[in-house]
Structures are given as C-alpha cells and as structure tokens.
C-alpha cells in the first residue's frame, strides 16, 4: 500500500505558478512510478505528468509541455509538480497517483494508489 497527501493547490492568476507536492508514505516509495492526473467539471480524468521510479523519464502532455515540470526525492519520498505560465484552462482538481511498477505508464488504470485531490483555480 501507498498513502499519497496532496498539497499546494489554490488560487491563482494566469500567468501565475503554483508548486504541488505529493508526500507518499508505506511500501518502497522509489520502486514506484508517479503520475499527476487533473479532472475539470465535465471533463474525464487526465494525465498531466508521470515520472518512472529513477527520476529518468518523464512525460508530459502536450497542453503543459514547457510550462509543467514533475520531480521527485525518493530520499524524502515527495514527488512536485512546478506549474508556470498558468492559464484558466489548468483549473482542475490535480491527483497525485502511484503505480506499483518503476516505468511510467499513460493510461488512468495502471495506477493503484491515488491522493485525495487538491484544487487548482486559474482566474483570468
């Protein structure tokens, strides 16, 4: 099992940045990769950046590439999301996600473990 804590969300302008962290606690933290996955009203949940268990690989979708930047510390077992260059189409609920696997995946289902949630507002 893996607990994940969420934290950093709030209220922002565009063009504003936010910081998110995500503290893991529970099994081996550096033998997971991570994911950040938001949800808007309405809409699906979806990736935002992932990272494998080594700090080697990431991803991005293409709507934050060059804004976002996802890192992690297996040493204090925290994985952040750095987010500029914010715009009203980031407001979202932003997820932090656990898969028990070290390579990062795309898809909503290969992550087991998820956080609470926290609330990122963009106003315009």
């Known amino acids: 099992q893996v607990q994940l804590v969420e934290s950093g969300g709030g209220l922002v302008q565009a063009g504003g940045s936010l910081r998110l962290s995500c503290a893991a606690s529970?099994?081996?933290?550096?033998?997971?990769?991570m994911g950040w996955f938001r949800q808007a009203p309405g809409n699906e949940r979806e990736l935002v950046a992932a990272?494998?268990?080594?700090?080697?690989?990431?991803y991005y979708a293409d709507s934050v590439k060059g804004r976002f930047t996802i890192s992690r510390d297996n040493a204090k077992n925290t994985v952040d999301l750095q987010m500029n260059s914010l715009k009203p189409e980031d407001t979202a609920v932003y997820y932090c996600?656990?898969?028990?696997?070290?390579?990062?995946?795309?898809?909503?289902?290969?992550?087991?473990?998820w956080g609470q949630g926290t609330q990122v507002t963009v106003s315009s």
């Open positions: 996600a656990a898969r028990p696997n070290s390579n990062l995946a795309f898809d909503l289902s290969a992550y087991h473990y």
């Open positions: 990272v494998s268990w080594s700090g080697a690989n990431t």
């Open positions: 529970g099994r081996t933290f550096s033998s997971v990769a």
